[in-house]
């Protein structure tokens, strides 16, 4: 900036801040329009630049900057994210609307319009049948502010929202629906029991029907691998290899940006090894070789009883033809 500069930014037709470089002073009036600016606006005295910080949707519009030399335009749009089923509020900037004032609240193309608000004639009107009606009974109008509600949102309901107020002023809001994330599974990919030759224990962590997320897997607060998806609805796995005796905990998590579920891995659920064939291996294999072991007890009985009998037998034999040949 020059010594003789002068700047204004301006909110629609609002001052919002002003630098005079000649009398050395910035001001910021950040009280102007119900105080939504309030503590959230920075100037750089070096250069004129204007930051917003903690951006609202009160925030969506048209800001001018003007200076000795020239004029520049830029338009401010949200983006709005939420999860199916939540409600959520489109602001409008207007704080009251004025008893002339007539807007439209429009979705996608910017030529399908959902509500309108005529304050000449006192009348509020929802077109809430249109577009296969998917708004139907889940939009609420503030009447005093212009602002709209959408209840029980869908992804039907992703795209971008406009707002015209008397014609002249437009404003756009971006509207991202993601799906509720289901918590991720993990299962083994090994057999029921590891021979002690193996000391690694495969496992996978799985998640049907998802789109736009992440799968990941941790050790402690470690990122270990991760994969992602995008548009398509598809089932995602992903595979880990850890030891038997492996102490670290490990978590597998499903996020999008705006939501995650996490599932912990218990390594002596899922992992085992067959150096105790009873303890180590599956219940059904434990019982099977109980009752093969006990089978086998029996039989050794059997036959140690039977061989016994037959001796004494031979010897009672014998000494009776002894005592009759005497």
Known sequence: MKDDDRILWRFGNT?????????????????????????????????????????????VGDYKLQTNYKRDYFSLSVIVSVKEGDSVTLDSPLT???DDDWIQWRFGDGNTIIVEINK????????????????RDRLKLDK????????????????????????FNSFFIYLSVYARLPVPVISSNSSQCSSSSSSYCSLVCSAVNVSHVTLSWYR?????????????????????????????????????PISHQTQHLDITQLCHTCSDSVHCCGPTEAVI????????????????????????????QAQIHTSGSA
Do not use: W
């Open 15 to 59: 001052l919002i801040a002003e630098i005079n470089v000649t009398a050395d002073r910035i001001t910021v009036y950040d009280d102007v329009l119900d105080g939504r600016f309030r503590d959230r606006l920075k100037l750089d005295k070096q250069t004129g630049s204007l930051t917003i910080t903690n951006i609202t949707m009160k925030h």
């Open 96 to 98: 009251k609307m004025k």
């Open 120 to 135: 000449r004639f006192d009348r509020i009107t929802v077109y809430d049948d249109v577009l296969d009606g998917r708004f």
């Open 144 to 167: 005093q502010t212009g602002s709209l509600t959408i209840t029980n949102i869908t992804m039907k309901h992703t795209g971008e929202y406009q707002l015209e107020i008397d014609i």
């Open 220 to 256: 402690g607060n470690s990122l270990l691998s991760s994969i992602s998806v995008s548009d398509l609805s598809i089932s995602l796995s992903l595979p880990l290899e850890v030891e038997y005796q492996d102490k670290n905990t490990y978590s597998c998590v499903l996020n999008n």
């Open 289 to 316: 070789r109980l009752v093969l072991s006990a089978l086998v007890g029996v039989a050794t009985v059997i036959i140690l009883v039977y061989d016994i009998r037959s001796r004494r037998a031979e010897r009672d």
